[in-house]
């Protein structure tokens, strides 16, 4: 029993650091463009392999 008098607070500041990183991440931008990224690396391979093909058929 006398465990759990340590444990409380701890959990209670644990989750209030992570509710506080959470905010944090929200405010400065993290969650603003989700599919950006996914979209930006399909077709960075597309234009990637375009140039190359233009490179071998000029040879």
Do not use: C
Request: proline share 2%.
């Amino acid at each position: 029993m006398e465990v759990i008098y340590g444990l409380l607070p701890g959990m209670l500041l644990l989750g209030i650091v992570g509710v506080a990183i959470f905010f944090w991440a929200v405010k400065s931008g993290q969650y603003d463009d989700m599919d950006g990224a996914a979209h930006r690396i399909l077709m960075e391979g597309d234009t990637k392999s375009k140039t190359e093909s233009e490179d071998n058929n000029n040879d």
